[in-house]
């Protein structure tokens, strides 16, 4: 199956959309925890309960030397390895038909 011209062009404008906002989400995201840390500060479970089957290799989503620039590197790394798995499945699942 033949992608449209309007299925690529909608592809390419996602991608430059995901783009633009792992650039944006450093700078307007909250500092403040929420979500699943912040109901683990709220049921005060230490980080030390168990140990980690292995360590995150950007904690925090960021690699501290470079700082913001680091925060947007590691969003727009982990966007591409998404992306390169979603197709990667898809095209799986279309050779198995």
Do not use: H
């Not at 944006?24 to 049921?43: H, R, T, W």
């Amino acid at each position: 199956m033949e992608l449209s011209q309007s299925d690529k062009y909608l592809i390419v404008v996602g991608i430059i959309f995901c783009i633009a906002l792992a650039v944006l989400s450093p700078y307007i995201a909250s500092g403040d925890p929420d979500g699943l840390e912040k109901s683990a500060e709220d049921a005060a479970v230490g980080e030390d309960v168990e140990a980690p089957v292995m360590e995150s290799p950007f904690p925090d989503y960021t690699y501290e030397p470079l700082d913001k620039l680091g925060e947007i590197g590691v969003l727009i790394f982990g966007g591409l390895i998404t992306l390169v798995l979603g197709l990667g499945i898809g095209y799986a699942l279309k050779k198995s038909e």
